[in-house]
């Protein structure tokens, strides 16, 4: 079956390593926040001024002032640091953020994201989005594989304005772990009890899909 957005959260968090810094954007990827492995030390970055987040908070925690880029409060770990927004962006344009973890309106197969417009809908904007996917040389993308209406997300050329080219190499769906390469679609890993024959049916672009196809692990 489909995975929940917390599920594609946790199987994001599978690719956390060791002391990276971490941005993650507004919705599925805030919840990355949620499964960072035990032992493992991850400095998460949001662009509106906090370095260093932590779980979002229980209610007793909760603390207004404290909010994440998508106005959400969240709880800020030890040695967290607190800075400007302009500082904020220029780590992000400076190159110095390991991971990226966005959402998408939509991907093809040339890396390219559209995330930040639907023509004659109201989306809250660009935001940092722009700034990281020039920024950052690793970039997960989550979303959901197909809209609510089946229609593929993973195209073989984006019809919406552009967020970024060439510039996505891994997704994260909630029916596979996918990487982009060579101008196609390669089929990694597929959600526990999903088909590969699914995965195909919803998926616009090229898909290369291996013998072997490996469940999830969680």
């Known amino acids: 079956m489909a995975l929940s957005r917390e599920q594609i959260a946790q199987r994001v968090a599978q690719e956390l390593q060791d002391g990276y810094y ?3 954007g507004i919705g599925i990827p ?13 400095m998460l970055q949001s662009e509106n001024g906090l370095l260093g987040m932590g779980p979002f908070p229980t209610e007793d925690e909760i603390d207004a002032d404290m909010i994440n880029a998508g106005k959400q409060t969240v709880t ?11 500082e904020s962006f220029a780590m992000i344009r400076g190159g110095h953020v390991d991971l990226t973890v966005l959402g998408a309106f939509e991907i093809d197969v040339q890396g390219n994201i559209a995330s930040w417009m639907i023509p004659g809908k109201l989306v809250k904007g660009m935001g940092g989005a722009m ?8 970039i997960i993308v989550t979303m959901t594989h197909a809209s609510k209406h089946g229609e593929s ?7 919406l304005p552009l967020t970024g080219a060439g510039c996505i190499k891994k997704v994260v769906t909630d029916l596979a772990y996918i990487e982009i390469e060579d101008g196609k679609f390669h089929l990694k890993e ?13 998926t616009a672009g090229e898909l290369v899909v291996p013998d072997n196809v490996p469940e999830m692990q969680f």
């Open 76 to 86: 800020a770990i030890d040695g967290a640091s607190i800075f400007s927004s302009a």
């Open 22 to 24: 971490v941005n993650l």
């Open 30 to 42: 805030t919840l990355v926040a949620n499964f960072v492995p035990d032992g493992m030390e991850v």
């Open 153 to 159: 997300k993973l195209l073989s050329e984006c019809t």
């Open 190 to 202: 597929r959600a526990p009890g999903v088909s590969v024959e699914t995965i195909h049916s919803l």
């Open 131 to 138: 700034d990281l996917v020039a920024g950052a040389d690793n």
